[in-house]
């Protein structure tokens, strides 16, 4: 993480060590600050890297097939990162996924892409209150499902 930071200007070692430790704390990794990567699970190592691109502050935050990983992050703790996250950083997440059920539970706004290149077939917007029941998640994805 400390090394994506030192590319942001005017930040002091101590203000870099600061920022790595708050967004370890944001991905329930703080204790593991001093692991190798070898030493994480799949899950960690996800985790991690939410952290690490979230610490720089950027505008928009591009998470691309987060589960698709073997050994990842299961889908009820991905959920809870990423609504932990949007609730502490207020961000755009720009989520990519074929996961329906990902996409109706996490997002806000829905674009189905066609199986043409870059085109639009159908947006939703996703009315559900934050850390949708899965009953409430199963509705929305319904809808996508549909569209498909």
Not at 46 to 68: G, T
Request: aromatic share 4%; with cysteine.
């Amino acid at each position: 993480m400390l090394f994506g930071l030192k590319r942001v200007p005017d930040l002091r070692r101590a203000q870099r060590m600061q920022i790595a430790q708050d967004h370890l704390r944001l991905v329930s990794l703080e204790k593991f600050a001093r692991s190798h990567v070898h030493e994480l699970s799949g899950g960690m190592k996800q985790r991690a890297a939410f952290a690490r691109a979230l610490a720089p502050d950027p505008r928009v935050l591009l998470i691309d097939e987060p589960l698709s990983a073997p050994d990842a992050l299961t889908p009820e703790q991905l959920y809870d990162d990423i609504q932990r996250i949007w609730q502490a950083k207020h961000e755009t997440i720009v989520l990519l996924t074929h996961n329906v059920t990902e996409a109706a539970c996490l997002g806000d706004r829905v674009v189905v892409i066609s199986a043409g290149p870059g085109h639009i077939a159908e947006t939703f917007e996703i009315t559900l209150p934050p850390l949708p029941a899965r009953s409430t998640c199963d509705v929305a994805w319904r809808r996508i499902a549909a569209a498909r």
